[in-house]
């Protein structure tokens, strides 16, 4: 696998190597060891999540409160979809700044999103599912909502018409907003 740190501290794209014959292809969509090379920090399997979604989609921007924290390693294992990381940690130099990349089934790309990181991502094409690999299982209200359109962050979604979104996420709080209400973690927490 090739790994490249994007413009947020601590995230990484993952590019497989596909090993291609006349059947069609094959690649490791996550080696744990070459991860935790890679990021420098332990790397646990807690819980798989699936989400499906039509076109023009919008989830997120989430996190999780630190404690517990949670790491994420997100993959499209079907359609297509912009995915986008935001740094969320107070203190951070980067704070603010986004990465955007586009993932698709065919390419196998995939994203490590460390905690404090806000994650989110647009559905291009109908029946887009995204698998996210989670460091910690679920634990109600620790959840970190953002609002996905907060125009502070200005996040380059690209789409062209309104998208669909949760209540949840349509209702949620600017990222200062949340900040001032001492939901992010704080870059020294997680680093």
Same mark, same amino acid.
């Given at each position: 696998?090739?790994?490249?740190?994007?413009? !947020? $501290?601590?995230?990484?794209?993952? &590019?497989?190597?596909?090993?291609?014959?006349?059947?069609?292809?094959?690649?490791?969509?996550? *080696?744990? /060891?070459?991860?935790?090379?890679?990021?420098? +920090?332990?790397?646990? =399997? *807690?819980?798989?999540?699936?989400?499906?979604? *039509?076109?023009?989609?919008?989830?997120?921007?989430?996190?999780?409160?630190?404690? $517990?924290?949670?790491?994420?390693?997100?993959? #499209?294992? *079907?359609?297509?979809?912009? %995915?986008?990381? =935001? /740094?969320?940690?107070?203190?951070?130099? &980067?704070?603010?700044?986004?990465?955007?990349? %586009?993932?698709?089934?065919?390419?196998?790309? #995939?994203?490590?999103?460390?905690?404090?990181?806000?994650?989110?991502?647009?559905?291009?094409?109908?029946? &887009?599912?995204? #698998?996210? !690999?989670?460091?910690?299982?679920? !634990? $109600?209200?620790?959840?970190?909502?953002?609002?996905?359109?907060?125009?502070?962050?200005?996040?380059?979604?690209?789409?062209?018409?309104?998208?669909?979104?949760?209540?949840? /996420?349509?209702?949620? $709080? &600017?990222?200062? /907003?949340?900040?001032?209400?001492?939901?992010?973690?704080?870059?020294? %927490? !997680? +680093?």
């Amino acid at each position: 696998m090739h790994a490249e740190e994007l413009s !947020v $501290p601590g995230a990484f794209l993952i &590019t497989p190597e596909p090993f291609r014959d006349d059947r069609g292809s094959f690649h490791e969509a996550l *080696r744990v /060891d070459e991860l935790e090379k890679v990021t420098g +920090r332990p790397f646990a =399997v *807690r819980q798989i999540n699936f989400s499906v979604s *039509r076109r023009n989609t919008l989830r997120g921007i989430h996190s999780v409160s630190v404690p $517990p924290g949670q790491a994420k390693y997100v993959s #499209c294992v *079907r359609g297509a979809l912009r %995915d986008i990381v =935001v /740094d969320l940690r107070l203190g951070s130099p &980067t704070y603010g700044e986004y990465a955007s990349n %586009d993932l698709d089934a065919e390419s196998g790309r #995939c994203v490590y999103v460390p905690e404090g990181v806000g994650h989110g991502f647009l559905a291009l094409s109908d029946d &887009t599912c995204i #698998c996210y !690999v989670l460091s910690s299982a679920h !634990v $109600p209200g620790t959840q970190i909502d953002i609002d996905p359109l907060d125009p502070e962050l200005a996040l380059p979604w690209g789409f062209d018409e309104p998208p669909v979104m949760s209540a949840k /996420d349509a209702g949620a $709080p &600017t990222a200062a /907003d949340a900040a001032a209400a001492g939901l992010l973690a704080r870059w020294q %927490d !997680v +680093r």
